[in-house]
Nanobody
Framework: QVQLLESGGGLVQAGGSLRLSCAAS????????MAWYRQASGKQRELVAY???????NYADSVKGRFTISRDIAKQTVYLQMTSLKPEDTAVYYC?????????WGQGTQVTVSS
């Protein structure tokens, strides 16, 4: 069983930055991949970025060049550094982990970008 706890959301003006954190209850090396998803009001949840346990990363086109996913293995934590934020980035952001074919989710953290 993997538990994920997000933190770092909040209200920020357009053009600003935020860093989200996702702390895992197990070594992130044991998790095949970790990702950040987001869900805006009235929309489907979408993949924002992921990092494989090999270190490979990938991003949604809408955030390339603005968001960076990274990890601190010792702290069992994955981060999402968000810069040049836009109002359309407003959403609940969820941390996701896949281990042995099972999907695990955090409770979500709200990010609101004001114009």
């Amino acid at each position: 069983q993997v538990q994920l706890l997000e933190s770092g959301g909040g209200l920020v003006q357009a053009g600003g930055s935020l860093r989200l954190s996702c702390a895992a209850s197990v070594s992130i090396f044991s998790i095949t991949s970790m990702a950040w998803y987001r869900q805006a009001s009235g929309k489907q949840r979408e993949l924002v970025a992921y990092i494989h346990n090999t270190g490979t990363t990938n991003y949604a086109d809408s955030v390339k060049g603005r968001f960076t996913i990274s990890r601190d293995i010792a702290k069992q934590t994955v981060y999402l550094q968000m810069t040049s934020l836009k109002p359309e980035d407003t959403a609940v952001y969820y941390c996701n982990g896949i281990q042995l074919g099972e999907y695990y989710w955090g409770q979500g953290t709200q990010v609101t970008v004001s114009s």
